[in-house]
């Protein structure tokens, strides 16, 4: 029987523990820091067994999920880089890629490192809102790294599709991360920004469903999400100057009271945006 | 038996038509230029009788409510301005407010205007997307004139429970613009700006909830929304340029590198959003 230690059992960590039960000839093992998410995930048959002391479970697993958040990938990874077991895989599963490979190199060349991104999630965190289904119909992404051995990425692909993912890309770190940074680092920088608004809360019962939809993701974690940003900085802000620039674009027709200028430029985006939702093969730049 | 006529049976003309079948005594009757709407309201019995010759329902209609685009319903109240009933009751159902009550001093003395706001709508627009449901359990904004009567706001108040709206606020032209200005109006111009960037298409089927809750709206009906913002251009600009402002903060502290600040910060709108989304009173300022 092999062994799969989870490290980290929040939202990502435990639901994947929870979508991984039974997964081929593998034990799930469950590894935290805190008692309450042990004692939750005993009771809760989160993993096969669990334990706080990751030392004794590195040595064995063939394979070592780290669903940390990103600091603590990158601390684990530094701490414990010599103790897995020859032949290991060890993957992440955070929202950044870049700055995670880069942290991987410190690792032996006989432990295969592979970025992971199943691309789930909810606004809430910890484990007591993970569940087994979090993963269906998502995307999961995967950044090998050159020296990556097929078992290892064939394996992956495996685990995927037994927790439900719909398909798996294999990309770079760079391209991950400029996705990333658009599709969904960036909407969580627009939430928060409406969210400052003095306005917010004498509008409180009468935002409609745009508002909610746009501000959805403001009550975010923000431990993690600092860390998120601040790993993927340049893309980000790639991201925000194009949105600043668009936005400033509208703010003008608007101030010239120019309604020609308004209306071609709605006319442009509009469209943009019925394409965009036309039925066609997803993509990934 | 009362007679109400609804100017315009597009999406809003077309579910109110629907959600007003039997209320009172009244008979509604709608009013379109297209004839391809007035058959389909026909075929639909969205209506208990249409026509295309708004000249002869308005000087016998005791109610006539406008669900016309802004500029129409400003077009239609100077062109029928010496028509309407004495004592009619004349109203509008857009989403701005300031702009309509002055193009409606237009009218004489002896025929009432109140400017209405049912918060609801789809980001579809015709009469085929039309359906009764669609106040349900929405806000109903008034903005009467210092001399409408008690007895017509009663009857709209009427007409708003009857319709499934679950209250009924009374306030300024210029409070509901500033508020539509900030929870609706800047999330259309956030949405179509997302859509913009250069990388929509690449990512197209990687996008999230998030993404897609923030640009759900940008498939926009351009005339209308042309219209919607530059008839509140100063107060869209306003809300405008404090998101700017709050989007360049948070740009700042990431371009800073400052994962200090950047957590305060994320910390502050994160919690103002939990706290907007506790328990409480619906407020409007």
Known sequence: MGCIAIVGLGLIGGSLALALRGFEDYEIVGVDVSQPTLRYASEHGVAGRVTSRAGDVVGQADVVILALHPQGIMDFLQEYRDQFKTGALVADVCGVKGAILQAAQVLPEEVDFIGCHPMAGTEFSGIEHAFAGMFRDSHFILTPRPHSTPEHIALLERMAEYIGCKDVYKTTPQAHDALIAYTSQMM??????????????????????????????????????????????????????????????????????????????????????????????????
């Open 188 to 285: 969580h920088i627009i939430a928060v920004s409406v969210c400052d608004d003095p306005m917010l809360f004498e509008c409180r019962g009468f935002e409609g469903s745009s508002f909610r939809g746009c501000t959805r993701v403001a009550a975010l974690d923000v431990g993690l999400w600092t860390q998120l940003f601040s790993l993927n900085s340049p893309a980000l802000l790639e991201v925000l100057d194009r949105l600043l620039e668009h936005l400033t674009s509208y703010r003008q027709a608007l101030a010239a009271g120019d309604a020609d200028t308004l209306a071609d430029k709605l006319a442009f985006s509009a469209a943009r945006k019925r394409q965009m939702d036309l039925p066609g093969p997803d993509l990934l730049g």
